[in-house]
């Protein structure tokens, strides 16, 4: 089945509800069942759930933000984002009053020696429950207005999955928008959605532009065979992709291909707040959230309180435990926010309101937000005896 709703199915922007809030709506997680599990290539699959009429208010979401699922695998919890594919549905309100479910999807891509996505792939089945964390991110900004404009999106292997809703977004919330993706992978059979992506130009023969870009197998054209490097990227720039005719560009992929672009964008022209990207991984090892912290009586600690959910909680942490902000907050507010643990996904984020912090990585903020005080709990070290960090702000 096509990862895409029919003509008509959408509805015009001016009848589409405003979502602007499910952007920054609070983390939660509930239980859904899955719907289906579907194959997509030898080493990916599209997971479908059913979101119950109670529930859609929650899930609510923005093309281009993910969700986090949660479940025990090898006797732990273990957590982990993936990007939602399908572009949020329109529900008539006809729809809404008869409980008619809505329906999420994720495609996972299984990464050599992964724990989550390989079981994925085998343990994952339609009928399983699984939690699911509310929609998150801000990889979203910039459809506003789309008439006449031109979106470019740049995606590596599974960063294709947020561009899947953001296209289908740009598509059809405007009849005069046009959408064009760079899109880089192996060989031809690595390419995820590759009949959707097909059917998507032969919806909009003439808004759609595909190029894709195999690292290890020969196109006809040589700018599309081998790997993206500075060179080949500046070629296809010049040759396919005229920067001065884009409007907003979107990329999602790992670090290394991810900050090339920005980089060779910025250096042609492009102004920054036109440049959207999100990271699923930096490449460093997995990092484990919630570790062990002994409290001994005596030891010189730093006092962490945390507002979440309007109900404030302290902690203390051991000065020489080095733990961050969340490793401490979590003893004693199991339901503080985070899915990635890495600086990645953003969704620890909050404000500090008094003491001060020290962040190991930041991918996920933007400059202004941090002017505004706001860290990544995952990747907070309080510099100050006292720190008051509020979740709900
Ligand atoms: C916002 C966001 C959106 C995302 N969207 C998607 C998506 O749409 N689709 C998708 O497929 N992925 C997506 N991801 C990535 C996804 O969340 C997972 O990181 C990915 O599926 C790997 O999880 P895993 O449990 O299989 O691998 P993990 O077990 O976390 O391992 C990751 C890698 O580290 C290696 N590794 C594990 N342990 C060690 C160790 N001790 N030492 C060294 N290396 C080690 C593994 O071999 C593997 O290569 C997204 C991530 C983020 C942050
Ligand atoms: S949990 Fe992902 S950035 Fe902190």
């Known amino acids: 089945m096509s990862l895409f709703a029919p003509p008509g199915a959408v509805a015009p922007a001016s009848v589409r509800p405003s979502s602007a809030s499910s952007a920054k709506k609070r983390a939660r997680f509930h239980t859904l069942t899955v719907e ?3 194959p997509l290539t030898d080493d990916s699959v599209v997971v479908s759930f059913t979101v119950p009429a109670e529930l859609a208010d929650d899930y609510d979401h923005l093309p281009g933000q993910y969700v986090a699922l949660r479940t025990t695998l090898e006797g732990s919890e273990v957590r982990r984002s993936y ?13 809404i009053a008869e409980g008619m479910p809505t329906r999420l999807s994720v495609a996972v891509k299984r990464d050599e020696g992964g724990l989550f996505s390989t079981w994925a792939q085998t343990g994952l089945h339609a009928g399983f429950e699984i939690d699911v964390m509310s929609p998150q991110g801000t990889f979203t900004s910039g459809l506003d207005d789309l008439d006449h404009r031109h979106v470019v999106g740049i995606a590596a292997g ?5 561009l ?10 405007s009849e005069t928008s046009r959408f064009t993706l760079l899109y880089t ?17 032969d919806r909009y023969p003439t808004r759609v ?8 197998e020969q196109r006809t054209a040589p700018v599309l065979s081998g790997r993206i490097d500075e060179e080949k990227l500046r070629t296809i720039l010049g040759m396919l992709i005229d920067p001065s005719d884009v409007d907003e560009w979107f990329l999602c992929g790992p670090l290394s291909l991810v900050d090339l672009c920005r980089e060779v964008l910025a250096d042609v022209g492009v102004p920054r707040e036109h440049i959207r990207f999100e990271l699923f991984t930096t490449g460093d090892e997995p990092v484990r959230a919630a570790r062990p912290v002994e409290v001994r009586a005596g030891a010189k600690t730093i006092r962490i309180e945390v507002n979440l959910d309007g109900v404030s909680s302290t902690v203390e942490s051991p000065v020489d435990a080095h733990e961050s902000v969340l490793n401490a907050a ?10 990635c643990a ?3 996904c953003g969704t620890c984020r909050a404000r500090v309101v008094e003491g001060s912090v020290t962040m190991t990585e930041n991918y996920a903020l933007e400059p202004d937000e941090i002017e505004r005080g706001y860290v990544l709990t995952c990747q907070s070290h309080p510099t100050s005896d006292r720190v008051v960090v509020d979740y709900d702000v």
């Open 342 to 344: 890495g600086g990645v």
């Open 158 to 162: 599974s960063g294709i999955t947020p």
């Open 209 to 216: 532009t595909l190029h894709h870009v195999l690292s290890r």
């Open 36 to 38: 289906e599990v579907r």
């Open 164 to 173: 899947m809703a953001l296209a289908h977004t740009a598509l059809t919330r």
């Open 83 to 95: 990007s939602l594919c399908r572009a949020p549905e329109h529900r008539t309100a006809e729809q």
């Open 330 to 339: 979590l003893r004693v507010r199991p339901d503080a926010p985070f899915a």
């Open 185 to 201: 992978n192996r060989s031809t059979l690595d390419v995820m959605f590759l009949e959707d992506l097909a059917d998507l130009k």
